[in-house]
């Protein structure tokens, strides 16, 4: 029989198996007293005896792979759990039960994974948000999560998923990289990584921005290790994705609101609150709302040194993008006091985007270096070359030189020599 053949024996077996199982020890599995090795072992002796009662017409390696593939289904994500442990897949792409994708190096590729059917696919999402205490149903059929290992869920439910039910998981390496290893893949240069690893420790506001999936999170948590230990930092995020090892870092996590419409904690409730926890750094995992006038008002009254990241097109585009952002935060500002606040608030714009081959690099680190009549000044202080050039200096010196040197953070001048030697 053919490995075609012989998965569509499995599949076709799996449901009706999976719900004899479920009868049998069902009650068991809700059991908060029980502990997992004796539910394996109540699972394994179960489904023993199911298989021998039911005499089906598999052959040893196919009720090997039916009796794992039902295990993977109490216990873990069914279908998923190999692509969730395949550390060469950084997402996985649910497009309903039949069409499984990836992402591997930066590329998408379709999988043979499949789901017994819509309902097999539902149960794994229930499982997903349930273990994070969220909830997706018709009446929410939107749902965001994260599992225990840190990665980010999407799920989309019917009716908003036509063909669906929609998932999205998002993983995050089990080690978390280093500005030695973004040089390593030319993610970032060398002397860029000095730069920031200094303007980090010298207190300067930063904005990552950059394309959906270009890295700012992974760039943000390397340079969130830049920190100096000792400093007391709050994250700020929607689903917990930054993984900081100082030893003094409070994190907190939005919460959507319930199905009678109340509870909600937003980005914004989360970056006010912050300001009263004493925070010398706030890290905000992502502003996309009017939260971004609190993380302004936060970097410029005594919280310097604070990261976040932003959704943007350009270095230049990013200060419009915030912005906009302001805009939303309700009040009737004047156009030029929200650019004031930009330009007085922010201190770099490092921007970030994903390659034609899959990879992602850091194409521009922009000072913002203050207003001119209404206009907020920017300046390229490294930047990458025409058609995809490696990241270099431009020769241009930040304007805060002078400020950290006067904390003792100096910057040395072969930061910023160019390809001219200036």
């Known amino acids: 029989m053919s490995l075609a053949a012989s998965s569509a024996a499995v599949s076709t077996y799996r449901q009706h198996i999976h719900r004899r199982l ?37 052959s ?42 990836v992402e591997r190096a930066g590329r998408l590729e379709r999988t043979e994974t499949t789901f017994v059917d819509d309902g097999h696919l539902h ?31 999407h799920a989309v439910l019917a009716p908003v998923a ?87 870092v409070l994190s907190l996590e939005s919460r959507p609101a319930n199905v009678e419409g109340r509870g ?49 097109n350009s270095p230049r585009d990013t200060l419009a993008r915030i912005e906009t952002l302001v805009l939303m935060s309700g009040y009737d500002l004047p156009l030029r006091a929200i650019r004031q606040q930009v330009a007085s608030s922010l201190d770099l714009v490092v921007y970030l985007a994903r390659q034609p081959d899959g990879s992602r690099r850091v194409t521009h680190i922009t000072e913002v270096q203050g207003m001119e009549g209404d206009v907020v000044v920017t300046a390229d202080l490294f930047a990458a070359g025409m058609g995809g050039g490696p990241l270099a200096p431009t020769g241009i010196r930040p304007r805060f030189e002078h400020d950290l040197a006067a904390i003792g953070v100096d910057l040395p001048a072969d930061l910023f020599v160019d390809s001219a030697g200036r």
């Open 22 to 58: 479920i009868d049998e020890v069902g009650p068991a599995l809700g059991d908060p007293r029980a502990s997992e090795p004796s539910l394996r072992r109540l699972v394994t002796a179960t489904l023993d005896r199911v298989l021998a009662d039911e005499r089906l017409p598999l």
């Open 60 to 101: 040893e390696t196919e009720h090997k792979a039916l009796r794992e593939a039902v295990h993977n289904d109490v216990f873990g994500f069914g279908p998923l759990d190999p692509l969730l442990a395949d550390d060469t897949v950084t997402e996985v792409m649910c497009n309903g039960p039949d069409a499984v994708w």
């Open 123 to 153: 149960r794994v999402i229930d499982k997903m948000v349930g273990a994070v205490g969220r909830r997706i149903d018709e009446m929410t059929p939107v749902c965001d999560a994260r599992l225990a290992s840190g990665a980010r869920v």
């Open 162 to 248: 036509v063909g669906g039910p929609f998932l999205t998981i998002r993983k995050f390496g089990r080690d978390q990289l280093t500005a030695r290893d973004l040089v390593a893949s030319a993610s970032l240069d060398e002397r860029a990584a000095r730069f920031l690893a200094r303007v980090v420790e010298g207190r300067r506001n930063i904005v990552v921005a950059g394309g959906a999936g270009s890295g700012k999170t992974t760039l943000l948590n390397v340079l969130s290790s830049f920190i100096p230990a000792g400093e007391r930092i709050i994250t700020v995020e929607d689903a917990k994705e930054l993984q900081l090892r100082q030893e003094h």
């Open 264 to 312: 909600a904690v937003t980005i914004r409730d989360l970056v006010r609150n912050s300001l009263r926890m004493r925070p010398d750094r706030i890290v905000v995992g992502e502003v996309r709302s009017g939260e971004a006038l609190d993380m302004l008002q936060a970097m410029n009254t005594g919280h310097s040194g604070s990261l976040t990241t932003v959704h943007a």
